[in-house]
Every structure is written in C-alpha cells, then in structure tokens.
C-alpha cells in the first residue's frame, strides 16, 4: 500500500522536476545560471490559472487533444513497473496496449493540431505522424526481445526480467536493446538531436509549433503530459541498463529516484553537446533504433 | 436442419429482394426491396446463432441433374463467421442507400440496381455454404458479376466504366484460377466435394494452396493482386462500396481459409507465404492509403491493409498448423477473424461517412474539403470513432482483433524457438509499424475533411434539400454501426467464444481443451476503458469550464503573425503526407511536378503531386498498352458476336474432349 501511494507521489510530482534538471545541465553548460529546477512546475501552475484562447476555426477537438493526451499518459504511467516495484495494474498482454495508448494519444494531439487550420500546426503534426512508423516498430522489437529473455507476456515480467535479473550472456542484446530505447525515447519525447524544445523557428520545431495555438490551462496540460510521457519512457529505459533491486524498498526508492535524475542530466548533456539533426535526416536516425533493436532480436535467437 | 433451411430461405429471399423495386419502378418499390432484404437477413440471422454453439456443423445434399456433383451445402462456425456480416451490412448499406441513391434522383439506374444488390447478398451467402466446388464456382461467379453491374450503377462517368472494367477482368482472372485450382482438387480427392481431405500428395496440396492463394487473393485485395480494388471502391456509389470492402473482399479470405482447413497438415511454407504476404500487402497498403487524393480512394487502400492484417493472422494459425502449436492456431486465427468482423464493421461505416460528405459536398477531393464538423457534427463524430477503431487503438474493436494477433506473435516468441520465432517477430514489428501509419493515413483524411476551415468556398447542396428523412435513413445505420464498435472494443468477451469457436474448427481443435476463451483474458478492457473515459473526460470538463470563465472573443488562428490567414494557406491532404511518402518512397510512388516561384517578384508558382498505383498504373497498364500494340493481328478471331465466341467455347471443348480420350 505505502508503495502505492509513494509510486503516485512520485508519477504525479517528480515528472516536471525532471524537465527541470535538463535544463538546469543546459544552462551549466552554457555557462548560465539557469531557472530554477521547480520551473515547470511553476509554468504549469501559472498556465493552469490564465484564460484560454479559443481560434474562432476551432472545435471540441481542440479541447480534446490535450484532454485525452493527458489522461492516455496517466493510464499508461499506471501500467509500467517502476524500479523493482511492480505496477498495480497488469495482465498478459498489456505490453500491447501501453504501446498502443502513445498510438491514441498521438491521435488525438495531431488531430487537435489540424483542427487549428495552421499549416505551421499542419507542418508539427505530419512530422509527428511520419516519425511513428520507425520508432513503433523498434519499441516492439525492443519489447519482443526483452519477452524472449523474461518467457512473459506482461510488462511487469517482461521489463523486471527473470528472477535473478538478466543473466550476463545476455549483455551484447540488452546493450542494443538500450541502445534502441535511447533513441525511442528521444524521438518520443522530442529532445535534441531530433526535436529542438527550445528553437524559436516555427519551420524547425516537431512537438512545440503542434501546439502553437493552445493557450492557459490547454498549454498547461500539454507540457504535464509531455513531462510524464518523458517519465514513463525513461523509466522503460532504466529498467534495461539499471541494477537489480536492493531489497530493501526504501533503498529502492532512492536508488530509482536517482536513476531519473541521472537520466534527466544524461539527456540534458546530450542537449548540450549535440545540434539537431536536419529533418530529412531523423527518419534515419530512428531506422538506426529500429536496427538496433532487430540486431538485438537476431543475436537472442540465433 | 431447419437452420439449414432458414439460412437457404434467407437467400433465396435476399435474391429476389430487388423484384418489387424491379415491378413499381418508385420510392415504393424501392423500400419495399429493402424491407424484404431486412427480412431474408433476420431469417438468416436466427438460422446462424446455433452455429457457434457446442453442435456440430450442419450440411444438406441434394441431387440437381448436374453431372460434377449434388447441391451440397453446410454451416458451420467458420462460414458463420463470414456469413453474419454478409447478412447485416448490406441490409445496413441498403437502408443507407434509401437516403444515399433515392430512386426518384436516380431514375436511369434504379431499376437493375435493386434486383443486382439482392443478387449480390445472395451470391456472397452462397458462396459461404457451398460445400460442392461447382455449386461454390456458380455463386462465385453470381457474386462476382451481380457486384460489377451494382458496382458500375452510375456507369454514365468514363472513370467508373474504366474502373469496372478493371474489376471484370480481375475477377475473371481469379475464377479461372479457382477452375485450375477445384480441378486439382478433383484429381487428387476424386470429387469435387468440399469435404476434408484425409491424405494429399505434397506437391498437389502445394500447388492447390499456391492456385488458392492466387485465385482469392485476387479477391481478396492481397498486393500485388489488388490493382482492381481502388478503382472498383472509389467509383462505386457508396453503400455498395461499403458492402464490397465491409463483406466481399473478406469472401477472398474465406475461400483461402476454408481450402487450407480441408487440406491436411499443411507445410512450413505456406504459413511463411500467407504470413510474408500478410506484411507486403498491410504495409504497402496503409503506405499507398497515405498518398491517396480521393477520400474513397484512401479507405479502399486501407482494406488493402486490413485484408493484410488478416492475412498475417491467418499465416500465423498456418505456422502453429505446421508447428504443431495450438496456441498459434487459436490466437492467430482468432485474431484474424476477429479483425474480418471487426473490418467488416468501421470499413463500412467509413464509407457510408464518407458517402455522406460527397452527398453533402458533390466532391471526393481532399484537397476541396475541410471544416466540415461545424457542418456535419454527426457525421464527424462518426468518422472520427470509425477513424480511431480502425487506427486499431484503445478502447476499441479494431485494437481488441489486433491485441490477439499481438498475443500470438509474442507467445511465438517468448515460449518458442525454431522457424516461426522470426516469423512471429517480424510480423509483431511490422503491424507496429501498420498501426503507426493507419495513425497517419487516418489522422490525415479526418483533419482535412472535418477540421480546420473549408479550402473552397462552400458547394451547394446537392439534390432535393427538402429532403430530410434522407439524412436519417442514412445516419441510423452508421449509428448502428458506430455502437456495435464501442461494444465490441468494450467487452471483446462477448464475441469470443463465437470467433474462438470457428478458430478452434479451423485448426481442428473443437474437442481439445485448449479455447480461446482461455488464452485471451479481455477482462481488463472495461475497467481501463472507463478509467480513460472518466479521466479524459474529466480533463476534458475542466478546459471547458476554464474556457467559459475567459473573454468571449472570437480570434483567427493565430499563424505566427501572418495578418489574415487564408484557408489556402492550411496544410492540406497532400503536404501533410510528403514528409511521410519521402520516407515511404521505397514502397509508394509518388509523382511530383513543380514550378517554384522565381526571381524578385515571383508571378506564378505551380506544385502538384500523384500517387499512382505501383502495381495498376506502373506495371500493368504499360504491359496493357503493349499487348494492344501487339495484338492487332490477333483481331480476325474477334468479330463481336456473342454466338461464334459460344462456338469457340464449344470447339475448345470437343478437341479438349477427344485429347483427353487419346491420352487416357
């Protein structure tokens, strides 16, 4: 029970502390202060109290986006062990659906950018859709190779792996099954090399000129949902490259509190060190997740 | 036995649906042909629940003086499965069709069309409980031809005479496959009785698949066999290309699985074939769908995915035949059934939608539509469910028909090893990449009809305005159709064990304790379900009450500072799909042609861009012009007349009489 409620508290709060922290390594980086590591939470109160904006050529679709954009990334970060904790939920076959939810959240989120008559919002939401034939089937790949080595079918036994961990033989496929992952979660989350969330050209951006025209609470809801889609992807990467559990649960709490951040810096030092990539030139750096995480399959099974 | 009856009488009822409307050529004779269509399918209904119960199949045989064989029926679970859709969709399409095709706006073609579609029920319901190959052929061919004279209804547009006559050629091609393939099957079982065949020579069963798969696959729309399909559904009137992609084309899958459910333990190719197939013709289809201009165009490529879908399920099922894996059968074939429902229920309503935009709109074009939910709210809710549902995503029926295809691929991995674990992971990887593009295809046809603001200046309404029942008649079987999807994705275990049943007949596991039922647990999908419904919707309150709260001011779109954005300036059907087909081009085809703007004061600027067929516009139709090129000698055997063409008939007959006399 208390795992429970730690388990929410931590999904619940911790997502936007850890956009909080890419930023703060960027600005290190660049030599800057940097805004304080509770920003975005700030940002999200802030957007929650304003007025929307509604663009006269908008419809129920536009409130629907984000709505279900939201509520889809809560269902799923219910689905997902984290740590060594397993989720509360979670049945033979729910691999599929977790997979399936970013699907309709995806839907719903392009769907409300079109609704705006933008072609910039247009521009966002073709990319978006485009990038998901080669990132969906590399988190297959990523997910069947990752069954192949557990024998099970839901995402607790798949992502906690057998009994005694993943035995060591198996190193060279979990190494590109991370590798794949990696770039999943890029992709997914548009982070730098492949989205830029900080570009002021509307030309360039992917996620940021889909949602353009969402204003206060809308807006609000957008970036929560983009901090926990960033969580939940995160915490399908730990559970490839992160040690075995402690045994002691407070220890492990810690200990994968630690991990997000040590991921939310590895992120931001990628963001520092890396320009993003030429648009023409993303669907290649997915197909390397998609290679990656085939390669893996055919090392497992050969 | 008397189910039998029923479902025989149903036919013959569907058959002679369309004689009032042939009789009082009127709005009368018109909707009495529908009412008798409704009735035939009710009958026909009640006579197939029993199937898909613990009873055993039911066959008739009768003596009807031909010389090859008796008219021999049979029900059983796997025709059930096929057979309840060819009951209820068309009855749905044909109530659409009262408000779509009011005879009193279509006096030319009213007649013929009744008593065709009512032909054309009873052919597909015929061809399904056939159990004789000639009595199969005869159906075949009655469903084949009555769907091209209803398929061609407004045969006054160049475009669909030529699509129809693309659809004759190819389905001809297809029964003379099936003649070649149901000749086999008599040389090696000695009858050509559709009955299971105990022992089967390798290379015969081999060849008979081969000739199977070409022969439905024709029908079936399976790539590089579907160049027929586009043209045939777009140029249909609507309600008919709803029955042909909701039911006929499924008709193509049947005849593949019930052929390879008589013949014995098949081999490890064959599974491998149907499988590799099943991927080609699912990716290349949503890849094409992506391209398309035409919004009927779009949907009758994403049935070329769906047949594909069911294809990787049914190669799957043959893998777990060969493999000896019962669990592969079941979820597999599960699935792949799941899905000819499933398909069978959002196709159809996507296109009655559709059909209900061109009715209010006169056009097909994409890029002419847009911003249509602030005038058909109904009729874009609708699409947007059909949209989601065939998208294959939570919580609806199309996600519940793929999970157990999924669950198949995964279990094929996970507890196996040996030549169907890369089989299982490569199809597992490529329906993730089919789901992220119907994502695409689909999102791309809903936001430029439905959404944003109109790119032309608003048509005018066609036809009798007055008429307003007819948008009722129209609307309430899409309503249906639209509950039937939210129930099914809902509680998938309603319908299982029907769909677990038929799978279980086909791979011979009836009396095995093995059941679907057993292997998938669907009871997590109403509780998630509503979780997302109460969360989303909550959100949803929220924005709404937080947006009351705010100014009243209408504003345009923003668009990053462009004083007066106009609708031109909105991203349409064909830019929203270049990035993607640039990043498909290795599949889909598509021409471009451009005039940038140019110099200081650009006057003119010009882009255009095409997606033509791979397999129709740039394979075939070039081999086409070249035989034409070639052939003209040819042209004193042809002189036009129905009688000497019989001769030849007759001639060929004779020699291929006395050559068979010679040699045995």
Known sequence: MIDIIIRYLLFLLFPPVMLGIVNRVKAIFAGRKGQPILQTWRDIAKLARKEIVLSSTTTWVFLAGPAVGLATMLIAGSLIPFGPFRSPLGFTGDLILFAYLFGLARFFTTSAALDTGSAFEGMGASREVTFAFLTEPALFLALLSLAKLSGSLDLNGVLLGPAGGFSPTTVAPLVLVALALSIVVLAECSRIPVDDPNTHLELTMIHEVMVLDHSGPLLGAITYAASLKFFILSTLLLHVVTPPSTGIAALDWLLFAAELVALSVGVGVIESIMARFRMRRVPWFLTGALLCSGSAFVLLVR | MSNMVMVLAAIAVSAASGLPSLLSRSRAGQVASALVLGAGALVGVAGLIPVFGPSSPISLVAEWGLPWGGFSVGLDALGGIFLLPVFIIPTL???????????????EGGRGFDVFYGLFVAGMALVVVARDATLFLLAWEAMALSSWFVASA?????????????????THIGTLLLFAMFSLW?????????????????????????????????????????????????????????????????LGVYGILRMTSLMPRPELWWGWTLLALGCLTGFAGIAWATGQADIKRVLAYSSVENIGIVAMGGGLALLGRSLGRPTLILLGMGGALFHVWNHGLFKS?????????????????????????????????????GAIAISALPPLNGFAGEWLIYLGFFRGVSAGTGPGLPAAAAGAAVLASIGALAVAAFVRVFGTVFLGSPRSPSPSKKGNASRRSAEWLMTAPMLL???????????????????????????????EGLTLVGLADFSWTLPLALALLVLASGIYGLFVLSARRGRKTARPTWDCGYAEPTPRMQYGASSFSEFLGRSLSFVAVRIRKSEPPEGA????????????????????????????????????????????????????TVILLALGAATS
């Open chain 2, 93 to 107: 399409a044909a109530i659409y069709g009262l408000g779509y095709r009011d005879v009193r706006d279509h006096p």
């Open chain 2, 154 to 170: 407004e045969s006054d547009k160049a475009e669909v005479r030529r699509a129809g006559w693309v659809y004759l050629v190819a």
């Open chain 2, 186 to 250: 008599k040389a090696s079982t000695g009858s050509f009785a559709l009955v299971s065949a105990v022992a089967m020579a390798p290379g015969t069963a081999g060849m008979i698949f081969v000739l199977a798969l070409a022969g439905f696959g024709l029908k079936a729309g399976l790539v590089p066999l579907h160049m027929w399909l586009p043209g045939a559904h777009a140029n249909a009137p609507s309600n008919v290309s709803a029955v042909m992609s909701g039911v006929m084309i499924k």
């Open chain 2, 349 to 385: 309503l996507l296109f009655m939608d559709a059909g209900l935009v061109i009715h209010e709109t006169g056009t097909r074009r994409l890029e002419s539509l847009g911003g249509l939910l602030k005038r058909m709210p109904v009729a874009a809710a609708l699409f947007a469910v």
């Open chain 2, 481 to 511: 159709l639209v509950l039937a999807c939210i129930v099914v994705g809902l509680a998938p275990g309603l319908v299982l064990p029907a769909i677990g049943a038929a799978a279980a007949e086909w791979g011979g596991l009836r009396n």
């Open chain 2, 601 to 652: 004061f650009p006057a003119t600027g010009s882009f255009s861009s095409k997606a033509p067929d791979p397999v129709l516009d740039l394979a075939i139709r070039p081999l086409a012009s070249l035989a034409r090129r070639l052939m003209p000698g040819m042209r004193f055997l042809q002189k036009g007349q129905t009688q000497l063409y019989l001769a030849y008939i007759l001639v060929a």
